[in-house]
């Protein structure tokens, strides 16, 4: 991470199970949304490509892919991540109470190096139905209670806030990586892929 | 737990290890309904990699029924009064870090200690698989930085590639030329097999084939300590086979032909049931089996689980994690050794930037025993910086880890001194009769880990259980990306069918034939 300057943000999308984790990452980053409910069938990860301070990031934002439905999100998702997204559902009060347990987990595997700082977004999501059940004052005085995380009401359905909510993520994250960077250093790291992966030039591989 | 589980699927897999979750991603992949459950709150089993905290409460609590760990015991070590050679003042300045029990637990969450290490082969087994199948988004790697041998009381590293020979200071001109002839034959040996010169060693030793090359003893040592891995009994054809997996690896990725995953082994088995979540596989950890009985009625096996029956057309399980494989015997298989240092092993070439990632076998007098050692330094993402993790691993004799291990520590630590400040010792146990594909083709037992450097008899185990579940069908076939994935009536010719699971291509078809329908009314 140190030594190239690096461009690639990894963004964790969390909350409840049916919240719309899923269908906020398609809102942002395909710009459609979809009714039917899957339980996140297919849903990895969608890059992006940002411009955030006149410099063009890409930002990788990895959905929880149904493993938090029980809780059992591994250590490696939540791995590097330079920003966490805290999502629950205005209409569902129980969303909304779990979004402290879903921080203290996300602190713990993770383990920031500055848990203190670490920059969190939480969106209070699906706003464009009737029966809220949270309101937005209570969600606010959570957020100011944790160190002021930026709080934004979203609709994925509707396409409301959704552009804004990201863009203070990438920017979030991306101040995050920067202080990241004089600390972390894992240079060199490999990543496989086809393209790499060609027999090896005969110069080398024969001795 | 208050769940809203479907109570029916294709397939249960229990316990998260490398063979269970390679086994889960590939059924879930072609479209099979997948439950995988796990008791422990972590994704791996024996295959995963812990917190130094998460390590110390395993060793120290007695063996868990559907634990396949055995004879666990740790020590930390009181830091030596003794004047530090130059060598570990460097590092202590360096890193202006003074290593005691309190601040190593205070970091516990930067470890991750390896159950089972493993170093991969850049063009073997299972990097192809992660290439082939796409899982290779979820992981990165670190270069093996040294592949090192014993010569003289001191470890070096062999020169692995063209140049390597070239430079080396540790082999005379002669040597350098016999060591590139021998290599050249070896790679002659893949194209034709039936070549003059090899064809009067078949049935022979790889020793005797060395001998007649005319190698020197350092060469000869070099080639079986550390390129071909081999014994004195080794077949030629066996020796000849790992010589070539070596070279084949080579050139690809670093200056060795070695890799390890950033932050352990244990990344593997996670990669594998995130693939199989993706593609709709249901992970519920903390959670333990019961009960498990096959409905003879309608050949199904029926799982209890924290008050719940699940029904499942197949079962695949670790062994010891379902309650009816608990009086299965277990003895010794592997005599693990685990070390943490302040200072790493060799000198200053083998630990370059503040310390490689560096592997060696070794062997005991007579050649009839090994051992790999592997040491990570923070590089590999295992340990924090100024740390050292070095890991020990031979087949076990005796359910003594730490009496099976004494030879190769004598050796290793005879020459080096390394300060170490925590050690710790456990066996890994697997069945003694393997399983060999269930009677009732119905539930099937995964082995536990083997002795060997990379996966391929993991994958060969996974494979084998695959295709006995689910005949005809690609084992991993490539998971698109995301971008690849168009659902909701986007156009469908932005899609590669091929590429596409079962389920989605249904889909596909389904939304192509409603086109044309549409295009006759039209």
């Given amino acids: 991470m140190a030594t190239r300057k690096k461009s690639l943000l990894k963004v964790i999308i969390l909350g409840d199970s049916s919240v719309g984790k899923t269908s906020l990452m398609n809102q942002y980053v395909n710009k459609r949304f979809s009714n039917q409910y899957k339980a996140t069938i297919g849903a990895d990860f969608c890059t992006k490509e940002v411009v955030v301070n006149d410099r063009v990031v890409t930002m ?7 493993q938090e439905r029980f809780q059992s999100l591994g250590v490696a998702f939540y791995r590097g991540a330079d920003c966490c997204v805290l999502v629950y559902d205005v209409t569902a009060p129980n969303s909304f109470k779990n979004l402290d347990s879903w921080r203290d987990e996300f602190l713990i595997q993770a383990s920031p190096r500055d848990p203190e700082h670490f920059p969190f977004v939480v969106l209070g999501n699906k706003v464009d139905l009737d029966n809220r059940q949270v309101s937005t004052r209570r969600a606010q005085q959570w957020c100011q209670s944790k160190n002021d995380i930026p709080y934004y009401e979203t609709s994925a359905k509707e396409g409301i806030n959704v552009e804004m909510a990201f863009q203070t993520i990438a920017k979030n994250a ?28 005969p110069d080398n591989c024969q001795c | 737990m208050a769940d809203d589980l479907p109570e029916q699927f294709d397939l249960i897999v229990i316990g998260t290890g490398f063979t269970e979750s390679c086994i889960a991603a590939a059924a879930s992949r072609v479209g099979k309904s997948v439950l995988h459950l796990d008791i422990n709150d972590y994704y791996g089993n024996v295959w995963g990699s812990l917190g130094i905290e998460d390590l110390i409460s395993l060793l120290a609590r007695e063996a868990a029924p559907h634990s396949t760990l055995r004879n666990g015991s740790y020590h930390w070590h009181e830091q030596s009064a003794a004047t530090p050679t130059s060598e570990t003042e460097e590092m202590k300045v360096e890193t202006g870090q003074v290593w005691t029990q309190e601040t190593v637990l205070a970091m516990s969450r930067r470890f991750c200690i390896d159950l089972c290490p493993r170093v991969l082969y850049s063009a073997g087994e299972l990097v192809q698989l992660l290439i082939k199948s796409n899982i290779c988004r979820y992981t990165e790697f670190r270069a093996v930085d040294n592949v090192c041998m014993h010569q003289n009381g001191t470890i070096v590293s062999i020169p692995c590639s063209r ?8 082999l005379t001109i002669v040597e350098k030329r016999l060591l590139m002839k021998f290599m050249n034959a070896c790679n002659d040996y893949g194209e034709d097999k039936c070549n003059e010169d090899t064809l009067a060693f078949r049935g022979k030793t790889f020793f005797d084939y060395l001998k007649a090359q005319r190698v020197t003893e350092k060469i000869a040592s070099c080639v079986t300590q550390a390129i071909a891995m081999c014994g004195p009994d080794t077949s030629f054809e066996e020796g000849m086979l790992r010589t070539q997996r070596f070279l084949h690896s080579l050139g690809r990725y670093g200056n060795t032909p070695f890799l390890y995953p950033m932050y352990g082994c244990g990344e593997f088995p996670q990669s594998f049931c995130r693939q199989c979540a993706v593609y709709g596989g249901i992970y519920c950890l903390k959670r333990s089996v019961d009960d498990c009985s096959v409905d003879v009625n309608s050949n199904e096996v029926l799982i209890s689980s924290a008050g719940t029956t699940f029904r499942a057309k197949h079962v695949v399980s670790a062994p010891r994690y379902l309650p009816a494989s608990r009086d299965c015997v277990m003895r010794p298989h592997l005599s693990r050794g685990l070390f943490l240092s302040s200072t790493p092993l060799g000198n200053d070439v083998l630990n370059k930037g503040g310390g490689g990632v560096n592997i060696l ?23 924090p910086k100024g740390l050292y993790l070095f890991h020990l691993t031979t087949p076990a004799i005796s359910d003594d880890p730490a009496s099976d291990l004494r030879i190769f520590t004598l050796q290793l630590f005879q020459y080096a001194d390394p300060e170490i400040i925590f050690s710790s010792y456990f066996t890994l146990t697997a069945q003694s009769q393997p399983d060999k594909g269930g009677a009732d083709n119905i539930v099937y037992y995964t082995d536990a880990p083997s002795y060997e450097m990379d996966y391929y008899d993991a994958i060969a185990n996974a494979r084998h259980i695959f295709g006995k579940l689910y005949t005809d069908v690609e084992f991993l076939p490539r998971a698109p990306d995301v971008e690849e994935i168009v659902v909701d009536g986007e156009d469908p010719s932005a899609l590669n069918e091929h590429s596409l699971p079962e389920d989605l291509r249904a889909q596909l078809q389904d939304m192509q034939q409603a086109t044309e329908e549409m295009d006759i009314q039209d």
Avoid at chain 1, 60 to 66: H, M
Avoid at chain 1, 175 to 198: M, T, W
Wanted: aromatic fraction near 8%.
């Fill in chain 2, 361 to 383: 076998r070794l062997m005991d007098n007579v050649g009839a025993r090994e051992a790999i050692f592997i040491q990570l330094s923070h590089y590999s993402g295992a340990c």
């Fill in chain 2, 163 to 170: 140049s390597d020979i070239f430079n080396t200071k540790s």
């Fill in chain 1, 174 to 201: 991306l101040e995050q990586e920067a202080e990241a960077e004089v600390i972390n250093d894992f240079p060199d790291q490999i990543i496989l892929n086809s393209q790499n992966n060609r027999p090896g030039n």
């Fill in chain 1, 60 to 66: 990788q934002i990895w959905d929880t892919a149904g």
